[in-house]
């Protein structure tokens, strides 16, 4: 996503809403938008472009509150971290590099990351679309409990093989990839937090946009994207979402490459 910003907000932003538009036009009882970690204080493209759709789901939950009488579509918005074993998970990666002798990547010797198994996920995820929650355009944000070390876990998998960490198998570390942070947030500092009845389910209320004022923002980044206008992109993503800085993520490019 980083290095195809456009395909990003595409995805992330127009696909979203797209989604969310025909939910609300035809009556959906609820639509959960899965949103992710690297929303918060995003240098990320992925997570800027994340945080751009979790705000329109949040505007247009309360939109169609204000407007509607009787039936109305809810909009959930799920923010949770790392699920072990998906898709593009670290620990897939780490099994395919200790079969094949080592060694096991790790970023930076720093790096941690929320984690939670398949099933709580879908579990949770499920259960936050069933909770009765009286307030709009709140997001719900799933207990993760502490980081954990990256180079931990690398040095768990070595060890349940039946190996050495740093003797038998190598860890190495590469440097950080453009838009990465040592550690991701599940929450802004100035977003409060409230406890549901589900002890792993919490509800934080983040600033609330205008719908009116939102889409129009929304229809310009997509069209920058649809154009391919790669810089058009980055100056509006940063306006929608004052914490990203194309800075920070010029300076990890560069680093880089």
């Known amino acids: 996503v980083e290095l195809h910003p456009c395909e990003g907000v595409l995805t992330n932003v127009s696909g979203s809403k797209i989604v969310a538009d025909l939910c609300a036009s035809n009556n959906v009882d609820a639509m959960v938008f899965i949103s992710t970690d690297k929303a918060v204080n995003p240098t990320s493209v992925m997570g800027a472009t994340k945080r751009i759709a979790e705000s329109y789901c949040q505007a247009l939950d309360r939109q169609n509150f204000e407007n509607s009488s009787n039936h109305r579509c809810r909009f959930v918005t799920v923010r949770f971290g790392n699920v072990l074993g998906s898709t593009g998970s670290v620990v897939p990666l780490f099994e395919k590099q200790l079969a094949l002798g080592g060694p096991l990547t790790v970023t930076d010797p720093n790096m941690a990351r929320y984690f939670m198994t398949t099933r709580e996920a879908v579990e949770l995820v499920i259960q936050s679309a069933t909770l009765d929650n009286n307030k709009k355009g709140e997001i719900y944000v799933l207990e993760m409990g502490q980081p954990i070390a990256i180079t931990e876990i690398a040095e768990q ?28 947030e599940l929450h802004y500092k100035n977003e409060r937090f409230t406890k549901t009845k589900n002890k792993s389910i919490f509800i934080v209320k983040p600033k609330i946009e205008s719908f009116i004022k939102l889409s129009k923002s929304l229809n310009n980044l997509i069209d920058f994207a649809k154009n391919g206008k790669v810089e058009d992109c980055y100056k509006e993503m940063s306006n929608l979402v004052p914490e990203y800085k194309k800075n920070k993520v010029e300076n990890l490019q560069k680093k880089r490459f």
């Open 157 to 184: 998998l070595i060890r349940l093989a039946g190996l050495r960490p740093n003797k038998d198998i190598l860890i190495t570390y590469t440097g950080l990839r453009p838009g990465e942070k040592i550690q991701e």
